[in-house]
């Protein structure tokens, strides 16, 4: 588990068809996009990284422990996905908790 003063790595996406991204943020209630796919970051919110794994450096402060963070993938244009309102798939949301 992570820790302040650790290094959060995830791998998101082992396998893609087209456009890697990661999605980071809080975790939320997981919101139905099309009948195949749920997301569980908040899209207001989220950071969109370009790449199949997500790096967080937990900066050293004890208040973080116990805070949430989600991640997800999406492979954005991949066939089998959503059509709208995203063109892609995504994987399961993973929510760490930091410790």
Do not use: K, W
């Not at 207001?44 to 450096?57: D, F, R």
């Amino acid at each position: 588990m992570p820790h302040p003063s650790s290094l959060l790595m995830l791998c998101l996406l082992s396998a893609t068809a087209a456009s890697p991204m990661a999605n980071a943020q809080q975790p939320t209630a997981p919101m139905t996009l099309c009948p195949t796919c749920q997301l569980g970051v908040d899209p207001a919110t989220a950071v969109v990284l370009v790449g199949t794994n997500v790096s967080i450096a937990v900066p050293p402060d004890t208040a973080l422990i116990a805070v949430q963070l989600a991640a997800q993938g999406l492979d954005f244009l991949a066939p089998g996905g959503c059509a709208t309102p995203i063109l892609g798939t995504l994987t399961d949301e993973i929510i760490v908790t930091l410790l």
